[in-house]
């Protein structure tokens, strides 16, 4: 038993699961509240606008996953060469990949590099990617789950060598609501509110809460409309989540687009069109110059507010998302 493992006390030994390093491992999901609060059982992380990817380490091999189970080696060569270089050999650890614009960290931006395969392109390109590692699920032999969030944390700080691009991430105790009006100050995307003591729960969590200061999430694509003047690819994207397995129509939208999105983007859904509308009946649907097609790309979508029917105001496009499945999409409340 490595050193870091074999200075906890007894009681908390017992926790430790001695197992084969699995191939995967569900990440941990929080649950959105609008309810922000301080206390003294619970720390603050800042949220993160980026790609939820887990580093898996066994020996020499160093594999980047993704929420939903893909492999992102080819997408983040710097990530694994600083793996690599890691003295521990054997681990599994979560965290948020993330690109800046300034000091705020931008999904938009990460979207520069998230679709690149080509190596010379990536090791070329100006946007860098951080790692930022905020736990620690697997270690030496042993699945480490049970252990208490701050000493998972404990270990991760003293385990990784943390060099740029791989980032720890830090937290403040108890003062929820001082740091949450902070982050809003300075546009971050809000904070997770993490409970000190809890295990690593391989689902959505109340042990883990979002706050956030803007409202930004998942949506499905379902539909476009054809461009309008000199407007080349499409015009707006038409979205929804599913809500009891149907998919509801939240809305268009028009907005956050570079010619190369709409090239791009346009192409992809060209190949997945449908004769009928994906989604449920819906009075605000339009009809006119709209192409529907199949269920199957997510987008990111940030905007002011829900309406009262569930259509979103003021939205704009930030990217398109890998890591979650359009059948998981469903309106954050």
Known sequence: MDKLLENLSEELKEKLKKKKQPDWMSPMLAKLTHDVFSDEDWIYERKLDGERCMIYKKEKQVNIMSRNKKNLNHTYPEIIEASEKQKAKNFIVDGEMVAFEGKLTSFSELQKRMHLQNQKEIANHKTKVYFYIFDLMYFDGYDITQLPLLERKKILQKLIKFEDPLRFTSHR?????????????????????????????????????????????????????????????????????????????????????????????????????????????????????????????????????????????????????????????????
């Open 173 to 333: 105790n108890e003062s929820g609501e001082k740091f949450f009006e902070e982050a809003c100050e300075k546009k971050w995307e809000g904070l997770i509110a993490k409970k000190a003591d809890s295990a690593y729960a391989h689902s959505r969590s109340s042990n883990w809460l979002k706050f956030k200061c803007v409202n930004q999430q998942e949506f499905v694509i379902a539909g476009y409309t054809d461009p309008q003047g000199s407007r080349k690819g499409f015009g707006s994207l038409l979205i929804g989540f599913y809500e009891d397995d149907k998919l509801q129509y939240a809305g268009k939208v028009g907005t956050g687009y570079t010619d190369e999105i709409l090239k791009d983007l346009h192409e992809k859904m060209s190949k997945l069109e449908v004769e009928k509308s994906p989604f449920e009946k819906n009075k605000d649907l339009p009809s006119k110059n709209v192409h529907w097609i199949e269920p199957k790309l997510v987008g990111e979508v940030g905007f002011t507010e829900w309406t009262n029917s569930n259509k979103l105001r003021h939205p704009r496009y930030l990217g398109l998302r890998r890591d979650k499945k359009a059948k998981d999409v469903v309106k954050e409340t």
